[in-house]
């Protein structure tokens, strides 16, 4: 990605004002693309009435939303393509967001809508997306050889399934180590759930960092020895769970876990090969380096430990 900006748009519960408001966001796009010699590239969505659902529970938010004008979106849009004399090109808007979010958010620090924008992009080029290595044990082997589409939609219901079952003031337990409190948090900033401040790193980070918390969820410090038994009485809404005491408990992390933790070489708790200052040119270590990331071993990995305790590297 070369560049992302933000463009300021205000929704309110005035239709005429949202069109007017829209209108002038996608001028400023369009002398943009324009200046840039590009193309744009949107989702090719449904914008009819009878497709566009209450999202949120308040009822006055639901109001605003229903304000927005979808049904003139793409014809706006097409007409600004033509008045600043650029293409617009229309894509299918299926699972840009699981695909952006598990392939894109944490690897390159992209808040979802992003890292989604990042997807269409590419799928306006041309450019399949395919299921990263890392999540491969989760798709099931009826499908494993159909169409890229049939496992992003495998794992965008195991997302659906869960995260987004979560509601206001809800308790997450999580372990009182304040060692895992970063990673623990970083797994829901990506998921959207709540928002950490940008400026702290993730092996840092604790509730105090938390930026934006809009379900007001509360946190529950316990013991990492006595999680499964948390989760086991249901004592919160999601339960954070050690990979090493979810096994010991039976779990599998790769097949119950509501969500995971992604494995991919952003992620500040890989594993890594060190060696001494001045041998990273030694043919022994890059030979070491070329095995531990070859194919080979990821399915020995994956193979082994099929029960999710150790995760290949994407």
Wanted: proline residues 4%.
């Amino acid at each position: 990605m070369v560049n992302s900006f933000t463009i300021p748009y205000e929704i309110t519960d005035n239709s005429k004002q949202n069109e007017l408001n829209l209108r002038y966001a996608l001028n400023k796009i369009g002398e943009y693309i324009k200046r840039k010699g590009k193309t744009l590239v949107i989702e090719d969505l449904d914008t009819s009435k009878s497709k566009m659902k209450n999202t949120y529970k308040d009822p006055k938010l639901n109001k605003i939303l229903h304000s927005f004008p979808y049904e003139k979106y793409i014809q706006i849009t097409k007409y600004t393509g033509i008045k600043y004399g650029f293409l617009v090109k229309l894509v299918s808007p299926k699972y840009t967001s699981i695909i952006g979010l598990l392939k894109y958010s944490y690897k390159m620090k992209l808040n979802s809508h992003i890292a989604a924008s990042f997807v269409i992009a590419h799928r306006g080029l041309g450019i399949q997306e395919k299921v990263p290595f890392c999540y491969k044990h989760l798709i099931p082997k009826e499908i494993r050889y159909k169409h890229n589409w049939s496992k992003w939609n495998k794992l965008n219901s195991i997302n659906k399934s869960n995260i987004k079952e979560l509601k206001k003031n809800d308790v997450i337990v999580i372990s009182n180590s304040v060692a895992d409190h970063g990673r623990i948090l970083a797994i829901l900033d990506k998921a959207d759930v709540i928002e950490l401040n940008s400026n702290v790193k993730v092996q840092n980070a604790t509730i105090e960092d938390i930026k934006s918390n809009p379900l007001n969820l509360q946190f529950k410090e316990i013991k990492p020895e006595i999680l499964t038994s948390a989760y086991e009485n249901n004592e919160g809404a999601l339960v954070a769970i050690n990979g090493n005491y979810a096994i010991d408990a039976g779990l599998n992390p790769t097949k119950d876990a509501v969500i995971l933790e992604s494995a991919d070489e952003s992620n500040p708790y890989v594993n890594i090969v060190a060696c001494k200052k001045g041998h990273e040119k030694d043919e022994k270590i890059k030979a070491l380096v070329d095995v531990l990331q070859s194919d080979k071993i990821k399915k020995f990995i994956t193979d082994t430990y099929s029960d999710g305790s150790v995760i290949p590297i994407e």
